[in-house]
DNA sequence: CGAATGATTTGATTATTGTCAAAAAATAAT
DNA sequence: ATTATTTTTTGACAATAATCAAATCATTCG
């Protein structure tokens, strides 16, 4: 639990009542590998944090998957227009490995926003650091070469290449995985 | 004044004190064509909105000019990062057009926030919007044809082309102006 | 172990867009 | 109105990555 509090903390102070209340709202699931944590064309319901292992946000687009975000341990993710929205998403949440994961139903969340006025606050911090973290990444697919995302994508995170098969790495930084491929046999 | 208050309920409900509070934050600019709202190397102390004319956010990355919104009639604007983070950025601020601009300073904006719980989530439900959105033009940047983005540009802001020069609606749309001009001298 | 399945690499070709250069068109200035 | 300046278009070519196909390489399972 000591990561996932210094995470909450860094996003912004609560009132020790509020924190309380906080953490107290999240569910805990063990899950193994090959889990979905958010089946295909349903709402999500909640915001993770993975503690420990790997999801694979994604989904299809032309028949074709489109892994949009990959969460490493002490992680927060969800699939985002439908979380907030409430509203059905083709967006699937996938272990990739066996996982330890934490979630906020979006009930809960609200009702804890509406309570307190801190938590609000704390939640408003989050989104802004998520929106930022979007702007970065728009203009790393914007601006950036292929073999320059992917070589950011090694310094952030060395362990990815080891955990994440091949294809879905490439997917995510929305190329091909022969392009991928060609990139790697540079090295 | 009429279309402001529209946008604002739009986001999200306030109680006539907090609403009243806000909006008497607002302050107002009547500025000319090719006035700098912000300049390159400060910080953005303002959020915006465009009553009337047009404003371009945009910064120099490589020698070159990026333009990174473009903002009409009616729309809420501002450079996120540098907003958010209250540091100098690259991002410059510039109108195309003769513009009646509102715009309210980040320390107001945030002791609103601290004051009145209703506009702390009236913001978080904002920026929720902007989040949104910057998702769905990821993947507009990451997955459309230059073609595509400029033909849903086009849908969505069928003035613009009148009223923004080529170059920068090619470097909003992330496409050489070459590039822009042939997309349209195929119609 | 050895076949079968899945993942990754390599090859050949194509499509899209960028770059650099110059011409044409539009706008502003004298 | 004519010149000067800026903006847009056109042309030739290069670069990046996609597509389709086949060949390796690795892993799993009987």
């Avoid at 915001?47 to 969460?71: S, V």
Wanted: glycine share 4%; aromatic share 14%.
């Amino acid at each position: 639990m000591e990561n996932f509090i210094k995470r909450i903390d860094a996003i912004g102070e609560l009132s020790a009542e509020s924190k309380a209340a906080l953490l107290d709202a999240w569910e805990e699931w063990s899950v193994p590998k090959d889990h979905f944590l958010v089946r295909e064309n349903s709402v999500a319901h909640h915001l993770f944090y993975i503690k420990k292992g790997i999801a694979r946000i994604y989904y299809f687009k032309n028949g074709k998957e489109i892994t949009e975000w990959i969460a490493l341990d002490n992680q927060f993710f969800f699939s985002i227009i439908s979380f907030f929205e409430q509203k059905p998403s083709n967006l699937i949440i996938h272990t990739l490995e066996a996982s330890e994961v934490l979630g906020i139903h979006y009930d809960k969340l609200m009702a804890l926003c509406d309570q307190y006025h801190d938590i609000e606050r704390w939640f408003r911090k989050a989104i802004t650091g998520s929106l930022i973290l979007s702007q970065y990444r728009m203009d790393s697919i914007q601006f950036e070469t292929a073999q320059q995302r992917y070589e950011k994508l090694l310094a952030n995170y060395p362990t990815i290449v080891q955990r994440v098969p091949l294809s879905y790495i490439a997917s995510f930084l929305g190329i091909t995985q022969e392009t991928l491929s060609r990139i790697r046999s540079q090295y």
